[in-house]
């Protein structure tokens, strides 16, 4: 690209786009401030209309989610180490060349003068810096990473620059999965994840549902008849069908746990971490909304969220109850339990795109402590011949089969029916485990 490309024509200097301006607020809160990408977002988009919230969102998230590509990339543009540069700057130099390299759809032009003016906001001398990487990034940024991307990656460390996760998660999966797996895992975490939503039955029939909504859908098929997934972009939130509580947002993975905890009606169910409540209220569907279900959730916050969500879809089985999930219980047997515990989530990088770099590869260990202790405290409650379900959202065999191992090894009146590790290459939904246990 020539200089004169980059050239602001004659009055258009300092205008930037409020997308562009929303987006680098954004990342600059993840990066410097550790907030969450969703609620920054948030809060930085509010007022914009939907056109801009999409790009803000594209180019916020995916600046995000590219950290370690697009550092990759920077590193070979500034003649300085990254760690030097002043936040802000870097800010800046990470949502310029993530625009350049992998949004498309707009102009360099574009991309490089409206950045640079956002750089000026922060730091007029550290602007230059931002139009000199951001002008040999229009020019030799591609051929950068078709050279990382000819090259291939031969093992964990070039993985995880090419496709940007902790070079301890590439490891990890590289170990768990094999490198074959693991790389095709890898392909797709950069990618929007899957936007599907259940038919809350309660309310509403699937087939009206679709004759309602505003975007193509197509079921799921016949072992999750009330799943949809779309075709296209919905504001789920922003619609009536969800107002009335006929839809609720969630993966085909999540809707599969509740299908295979396979509640009958008029039973009395146990379901252990239940915030948001999608497996919960899905349950009180399956069962009719007969019977009961005790939700259990410790965060008061989250128990409130929860019991708007069973009020909105209407499911008046559900008493949602504030308390430690792993403390002894003094109920009569439940019939059925779920066990939902807190994990890693390394199942849902596709939606969660600071998610990558807050995991820390110790915090597998203590979860999978935790996990066992919520899972032997549902075990604890269960009838004879009553069901045990145990769900996390990640790909770690610590906290997935090896918990699930040690109980079985330590409690004989179990059995496991169904052991189900979803991945998301291979099954095109978030990665889930999914362990349906049975009590003799």
């Keep these: 690209m020539s ?15 409020p997308a562009r301006a929303c987006a680098l607020r954004v990342v600059r809160r993840v990066f410097e401030q550790g907030a969450y990408a969703d609620r920054a977002l948030a809060s930085e988009a509010e007022g914009l209309g939907p056109r801009d919230r999409s790009l803000a969102m594209a180019l916020s998230y995916g600046t995000v989610q590219r950290r370690a590509t697009l550092d990759y990339v920077a590193a070979q543009l500034v003649e300085r180490p990254l760690d030097r540069l002043d936040a802000p700057v870097l800010a800046a130099v990470r949502l310029g060349l993530f625009e350049l390299l992998f949004l498309g759809g707009g102009t360099d032009y ?3 003068n409206e950045t640079v003016e956002l750089a000026k906001q922060a730091s007029r001398r550290g602007a230059g810096l931002v139009n000199a990487v951001l002008r040999r990034g229009a020019r030799e940024g591609r051929e950068i990473l078709d050279r990382l991307d000819d090259e291939g990656p031969t093992g964990p460390e070039s993985a995880a620059v090419l496709y940007s996760v902790p070079g301890w998660l590439a490891s990890q999966w590289w170990d768990e999965l094999g490198g074959g797996e693991a790389r095709a895992l890898l392909r797709v975490v950069n990618k929007p994840a899957e936007s599907a939503l259940r038919v809350n039955t309660l309310v509403a029939a699937v087939d009206d549902v679709i004759a309602a909504l505003p975007v193509a859908s197509h079921p799921a098929g016949a072992e999750l008849p009330e799943a949809l997934v779309l075709d296209g972009p919905f504001d789920v939130q922003g619609s009536e069908l969800w107002r009335s509580g006929a839809i609720q947002p969630q993966s085909r993975a999540s809707m599969l746990v509740s299908r295979i905890l396979s509640p009958e009606p008029g039973e009395r169910v146990l379901d252990l971490c239940a915030a948001p409540g999608g497996k919960t209220t899905h349950i009180a569907a399956l069962m009719g909304d007969t019977g009961g279900i005790v939700a259990v959730e410790r965060h008061p916050g989250r128990a409130a969220a929860l019991e708007r969500t069973v009020a909105r879809l209407r499911a008046t089985s559900v008493q949602v109850e504030v308390g430690d999930a792993g403390a002894a219980r003094a109920d009569e047997p439940f019939d059925r339990v779920l066990v939902d515990p807190p994990c890693s989530g390394l199942g849902t990088l596709q939606s969660r795109p600071d998610l990558r770099w807050r995991a820390r590869p110790e915090a597998i260990g203590e979860l999978a402590a935790l996990q066992a202790r919520i899972l032997a405290a549902g075990a604890d409650v269960l009838s004879p011949g009553g069901t045990l379900v145990y769900s996390v959202c990640t790909i770690s065999r610590a906290e997935g089969h090896e918990v699930v191992e040690r109980f079985l090894d330590e409690h004989a009146d179990f059995s496991a029916e169904r052991l189900t590790q979803l991945l ?13 246990l049975q009590r003799r």
């Design 110 to 112: 574009a991309a490089v």
């Design 3 to 17: 200089d004169a490309a980059t050239r602001p024509a004659a009055g258009v200097r300092g205008r930037v786009s």
């Design 424 to 436: 998301p290459h291979r099954d095109r939904t978030d990665g889930f485990f999914i362990a349906r």
